[in-house]
């Protein structure tokens, strides 16, 4: 079946633009993970949502970081006010249930430029 | 606080010599571990993991890990080195008693072939 999709696959973007990342997980994947990887770095977790609540937030850098998963499937990451910093690789990560022995399936990411 | 150290940054090894990568984590309780590969441009490909039963763990594409409680270590080794083996590999941890699950990842260890 088809994996985890990131769209877009590259964004540019300005200093203090508002740019949103889009994460579509493995069908019937309740946990979903977003992680942000820095040039040369390993991904560091972000926020972890089972089903429609964000069930740990506590990886979010600051409150310009939001993400969303309405319906418990597709969630959207959002940036606002976006900083030269902020320029990463952001990888979105899918597993059946959450659990913590169960595998994570990444997507390929979106990277992220802050002009 | 868990964390995950990859000795070696850069491994060099020849076509048919043997890899070895380096994983060490620290946890007062044991974590599961996993190991990922990245090829450029794609997102993470999990190549094996340890979830408390076997300590030598197979995977994917003829490489092996063991784990070592006594060393806290998780090792990655494959006999024979092939070119389509370069790529980025990360070891991450997870903790099982933790109700977010989230990934620690290492800060990655690229493997270069040489012919």
């Known amino acids: 079946g088809a994996g985890v999709s990131q769209t877009p696959s590259n964004k540019v973007t300005e200093k203090g633009k508002y740019v949103e990342l889009r994460c579509d997980p493995i069908s019937g994947h309740t946990a979903l993970y977003w992680y942000r990887q820095s040039l040369g770095q390993g991904p560091e977790f972000l926020i972890y949502?089972?089903?429609?609540?964000?069930?740990?937030d506590s990886g979010l850098p600051n409150d310009r970081f939001f993400a969303v998963r309405p319906e418990g499937s597709v969630s959207t990451l959002k940036i606002q006010r976006t900083e030269r910093g902020d320029s990463a690789v952001y990888l979105c990560a899918s597993s059946r249930e959450g659990l913590a022995q169960e595998t994570q399936y990444f997507g390929p990411g979106t990277r992220l430029l802050v002009l | 606080a868990q964390s995950v150290t990859q000795l070696g940054s850069h491994v060099s090894v020849s076509e048919g010599a043997l890899v070895l990568l380096r994983c060490n984590y620290s946890?007062?309780?044991?974590?599961?571990l996993f190991w990922y590969v990245q090829y450029p441009n794609q997102g993470l490909q999990l190549l094996l993991k340890?979830?408390?039963?076997?300590?030598l763990v197979k995977g994917i594409n003829g490489f092996e890990a063991e784990f070592k409680k006594s060393e806290t270590s998780f090792h990655l080794t494959k006999p024979s080195a092939h070119m389509s083996d370069a790529a980025e590999y990360f070891c991450?941890?997870?903790?099982?008693?933790?109700?977010?699950?989230?990934?620690?990842f290492g800060t990655g260890t690229s493997l270069t072939v040489i012919p």
């Open positions: 946890s007062s309780v044991p974590p599961y």
């Open positions: 991450a941890v997870s903790r099982p008693e933790n109700t977010g699950n989230q990934f620690y």
């Open positions: 340890y979830t408390s039963a076997a300590t």
């Open positions: 949502f089972q089903g429609t609540g964000a069930a740990d």
